[in-house]
């Protein structure tokens, strides 16, 4: 078993539309949580970080963890053909070494 | 604000072959961290470095190796490349143990 489980899409959805991606891990030591965009061929775009459980907001992205259930989410609101890319989850016990989903490719449709 | 940069952007190697990456973190961070990302995958950790010494390792092998610099930028290395070690090879940097920001990567493809 993975250590962080993501859903793999692909995932397509139409212009305006909420986005939902999750992620779930089993490593209960975990308590720093990101969320980044990668578009083709290029770096890791960070986008949340969030420490411990609960909800955070910024613009038209709300990241959820909830640490009983081992379980985060990312919902993007209003959803853009610009918000095409891959988008991964990570998580890290100490703030050194990150772990990653394997990441959940979104098509937005204009 | 230059953000972190990454060098070369792309290059091939045969087997056998030794390679060096370069990575110059954001400007007032002084953490540096290697990954691979290969094809499909989400990156894996290969090792951190702060004050100019290795804080905590991946489980990669002894191959790759790693150094940080008084000005911070850091130098991955990796000796004897197998057809495995081909991936996108990303730095982030980071300062007192907060978000870690990524560079744009290297790919390397080993023929």
């Known amino acids: 078993q993975k250590e962080v489980e993501q859903d793999p899409g692909p995932l397509s959805v139409p212009e305006g539309a909420i986005v939902s991606l999750n992620c779930t891990y089993s490593?209960?030591?975990?308590?720093?949580f990101m969320w980044y965009r990668q578009y083709s061929r290029k770096g890791p775009e960070l986008l949340m970080y969030?420490?411990?459980?609960g909800n955070k907001e910024d613009g038209r992205f709300t990241a959820q963890v909830d640490k009983s259930s081992k379980y985060i989410s990312l919902f993007i609101r209003d959803s853009q053909p610009s918000d095409s890319a891959t988008y991964l989850c990570a998580m890290s016990v100490d703030d050194y070494k990150l772990s990653f989903g394997a990441g959940t490719t979104v098509t937005v449709r204009a | 604000d230059a953000g972190v940069t990454q060098s070369p952007t792309h290059l091939i190697k045969t087997r056998g072959q030794q390679v060096t990456l370069r990575c110059s973190p954001k400007?007032?961070?002084?953490?540096v961290s290697w990954y691979q990302q290969a094809l499909g995958q989400g990156p894996q950790f290969i090792f951190q470095y702060y004050e100019e010494e290795e804080r905590q390792r991946g489980n990669f092998p002894d191959r790759f190796s790693g150094h940080q610099f008084p000005n911070y930028s850091s130098e991955l290395n990796v000796n004897a490349l197998l057809l495995g070690d081909s991936a996108l090879y990303l730095c982030a940097s980071s300062f007192n143990l907060h978000e870690q920001y990524f560079g744009p990567g290297t790919r390397l493809t080993v023929t």
């Open positions: 969030t420490y411990s459980s």
């Open positions: 400007s007032g961070h002084d953490t």
């Open positions: 490593n209960s030591a975990f308590q720093y």
